[in-house]
């Protein structure tokens, strides 16, 4: 974690407006009197990272911006830095710059050189600066820029190593200006988390933020800024609505509208929800005392409306959904998960949400869906909920960290230590019967969440073979512990050709898995979603996943178009089991179809049983050789 230090002569400096003839931008400054406080002075801190290098996503929001008719009784500001070129004339890299924003106009009104957004004493400078020469009854801060979540922050600067703003400094940015904001308003992705929204509740009095992975061109400029020039006397909360709904329509417009979710949260109620779930959170690490009831909690928890990234490929966002984490688990942890969903629903006034974004609350939760031990421990410094800390330290088995509050970890969690022993008399065995591949488990089964068969293509001249996905539809006894394949010859195929597919989530009605691919000369991954009833599947789009280097979330999902070129990763073992990825040849998608359940292709398998656990550790069954030939399979 970066640590800020406060030093506050450093924040309050005005940037003097620097000379220069050759690089006068847009327009030169609209010298007409601010004729006292207007009603509202919006301010824009804007990174433009790479994706206005490569792309000119933020010149396109500057766009929307001088789209709109402004009245005289509201400012909105802007600060562009962050990106190596803007798209936008006579706006540079090499400067940070100030504009007033009018009809079809930028009016360029401070420029400097070139200062890290990434940096909270930018932040706080544009802040005081702002709030200072432009006086308003109300203010309103947006945070552009691309975003990586509670952990990870936002506003990637590209001339400063990617550098960005956490948590900590974006608090520490606004508190240091000395200002309180009416609204503020984040246009970056994974925003709207419980942690942040308690951050920023000493800052501001209301939130907007997306839960979800957030389009560059989602944030409705245009709309929201019109709607305040014409509604000057509006409160925040009717501004809340309103980048709520433009959100949605914009999302409407794209057609990315199912995976849409924003919410606006009333700040000042922050206290009494961190107090509601930190009730909940103690009746979660209650849980942890029994194996049954952590055996319940854990498989409650696993059907929780996830966000962001959810496997190896994409990266882990670790982030659920708040409200519906109360839900999913109300049967175990009693009546404090419905204090917590009533004042959840006190405190977010406003919410939007797609079809595959149904269960969404209006606020994320911070929950390790794959256990990191930095960013572990970084959590433990960001919580104000002791219990929550220590339950996630009792239930993460893979990770050692330390907590300031003294908190108790996995070793002393009854549940942990009656696993080890029940694991201990446990006994796994495979066997062929006939030409049916069988999994025997003798144990305490409560303890698996799932049991899949992991199915790989083998290369007979090299010994390496190929993973190409799990097949879990089994015929399964849970109760007898006893398993048969079950095989019919079909993996899921895109446009016929293998791809390694990965679970994401499984929810009410459909599931929605990924595989990696490189799409246009691009890593990526293909979100497929399988509609459980009909047994069908589509693809839903492309998306980038998380920058493995600086947890940044890439925008959201992309159509596949007619002439996209599309090759699939997939991972390659050796005979030590060391894997690489290998890069197939690729092929215009929509030539071959899309993606369905289709018969392999004739050759060498093999097939291996795998187990998880409730704490998601993984145990493998002895593999066995296969050959495939005319949708047939026989195992050796």
Known sequence: MKRVTLIITAVLTVLMLTACSSNK??????????????????????????????????????????NVNYSDNINVIVQTGGSSKWHTKNIYSD??????????????????????????????????????????????????????????????????????????????GISAAGVNFDMLSFDSSLMGSLEIAAEMSMCADYMTAPQDVIGNDEWNYEYVLQYLSDNPSTDSQGIGKAVCDGYYAKCEEKGTDKDA?????????MSTLN????????????????????????????????????TVDEGFSNSVDLGD?????????????????NTLNETVLYRVCGERKANSTGLALYYPLWENNDELQEYMEISNSV??????????????????????????????????????????????????????????????????????KADKKSGNYTYIGKYSDLDGDWDAGIFKDNFNGKMLRLCGKNISVNLVGKYDGYEIYSAPIILNGKRSNVRIMHDTEKDSYKI?????????????????????????????ILTVYDVEHNSND???????????????????????????????????????????????????????
């Open 25 to 66: 931008v847009v327009y030169e400054s609209n010298t007409e009197s601010q004729g006292g406080n207007k009603a509202w002075t919006v301010l824009i801190y804007m990174c433009g990272g790479d994706d206005e290098s490569v792309n000119g996503d933020y010149s396109k929001k500057l766009d929307e911006i001088m």
């Open 95 to 172: 400067y940070c710059q100030r504009f007033k924003a009018g009809k079809n106009k930028l009016y360029l009104e401070d420029q400097s050189m070139a200062a890290n957004m990434g940096d909270y004493n930018t932040l706080a400078n544009f802040i005081s600066w702002g709030t200072s020469k432009y006086k308003a009854n109300h203010y309103m801060l947006i945070l552009s820029g691309a975003g990586g979540g509670l952990i990870n922050g936002m506003a990637y600067d590209e001339l400063n190593g990617n550098d960005s703003l956490n948590l900590e400094e974006i608090s520490y």
């Open 275 to 310: 107090q509601a779930f930190d009730g909940m959170a103690g009746d979660m690490l209650t849980a942890t005392d029994s194996l049954l009831n952590y055996v319940n909690l854990s498989k409650a928890i696993s059907g929780v409306q996830l966000y962001g990234g959810a």
């Open 582 to 636: 290998n890069i197939t040849g690729s092929w215009t998608l929509k030539m071959f179809g899309g993606v369905k359940k289709a018969n392999i292709s004739d050759g060498a398998y093999i097939f291996e049983y795998e187990l998880t656990d409730i704490y998601g550790l993984k145990r493998r069954g002895t593999a066995v050789k296969a050959n495939a030939g005319g949708g047939n399979i026989r195992f050796e």
């Open 387 to 456: 219990k929550y800390k220590e339950f996630l330290r009792k239930i993460c088995t893979k990770c050692n960290v330390e907590d300031s509050s003294n908190t108790e970890d996995f070793n002393s969690s009854w549940a942990w230590n009656t696993y080890n022993q029940d694991m201990q008399t446990m006994e796994y065995k495979t066997i062929l019967d006939g030409n049916s591949y069988e999994l025997n488990i003798l144990g305490n089964m409560d303890m698996f969440k799932s049991v899949d068969i992991n199915v790989y």
């Open 325 to 341: 984490m109360a839900v999913k688990t109300s049967e175990f942890v009693g009546n404090t998960s419905d204090v917590l969903i």
């Open 540 to 568: 839903i789009g492309a998306w980038g996943g998380l920058d493995s280097t600086n947890g940044r979330a890439y925008t959201n999902l992309k159509k596949i178009g007619f002439f996209d070129k599309i090759t699939p």
């Open 261 to 269: 979710a924003m919410s606006c949260v009333a700040l000042d109620n």
